[in-house]
């Protein structure tokens, strides 16, 4: 039983395989959430898309767990659950304003953009809390620098969104 939870971890914390990805699976993996958070938003709007990333943060966490149980790496490069958690997050910043007022989300596709340059700056640079996070050195930790690098992500679309339509007038 242990070496089907095991496999079945792995499926979930690879995503399916794109951690093996190479180079920068991290990236593979936040390329990969984009069209997840996509069919869940037109599927169900942000609703589903915000319930989706809780259910990918828990799977995550579990995930994570079992796929570094008694190993010294609490957080190898294959284990790209944690960027799809993150980057779902950042898409958050157009997936709300798109439903609350009845745009199409592809519509948005600067915010695709920023949201994801910024994700990826901001969990390979890893500022203040974020960095606070990955040194948890366990699955938490693991899971939790993502969120927070998404949440900044996910602010700074919302900033680059107000100054482009405000102060630019677009």
């Given at each position: 039983m242990?070496?089907?939870?095991?496999?079945v971890?792995?499926l979930v914390?690879?995503v399916c395989g794109i951690?093996?990805?190479?180079?920068?699976?991290?990236?593979w993996g936040?390329l990969?959430a984009l069209?997840?958070?996509?069919a869940?938003h037109e599927?169900?709007?942000?609703?589903?898309?915000?319930?989706?990333t809780?259910?990918v943060?828990a799977?995550?966490i579990?995930?994570?767990?079992e796929?570094t149980?008694g190993?010294?790496?609490?957080?190898?490069s294959?284990?790209v659950?944690?960027?799809?958690a993150g980057?779902?997050?950042?898409?958050?910043a157009?997936?709300?304003?798109?439903w609350?007022h009845?745009?199409?989300?592809?519509?948005?596709?600067?915010g695709?953009?920023?949201?994801f340059?910024l994700f990826?700056l901001f969990?390979?640079?890893?500022p203040?809390?974020v960095g606070w996070?990955?040194?948890?050195s366990?699955a938490i930790?693991?899971?939790l620098?993502?969120?927070?690098?998404g949440?900044?992500?996910?602010?700074?679309?919302t900033?680059l969104?107000g100054?482009a339509?405000?102060?630019?007038?677009l």
């Amino acid at each position: 039983m242990r070496g089907e939870t095991v496999n079945v971890a792995r499926l979930v914390g690879t995503v399916c395989g794109i951690g093996y990805l190479r180079p920068a699976p991290g990236t593979w993996g936040s390329l990969a959430a984009l069209p997840l958070a996509w069919a869940m938003h037109e599927l169900g709007g942000f609703p589903l898309l915000a319930l989706v990333t809780l259910i990918v943060f828990a799977a995550g966490i579990w995930a994570t767990r079992e796929m570094t149980a008694g190993q010294e790496n609490h957080d190898p490069s294959e284990i790209v659950v944690d960027e799809v958690a993150g980057q779902l997050i950042a898409v958050w910043a157009i997936s709300f304003p798109a439903w609350t007022h009845g745009i199409e989300i592809t519509q948005l596709w600067p915010g695709w953009i920023a949201g994801f340059v910024l994700f990826r700056l901001f969990d390979i640079s890893k500022p203040g809390p974020v960095g606070w996070a990955d040194r948890r050195s366990d699955a938490i930790g693991v899971m939790l620098d993502d969120v927070i690098a998404g949440i900044f992500a996910a602010i700074g679309v919302t900033l680059l969104a107000g100054v482009a339509h405000g102060v630019l007038g677009l």
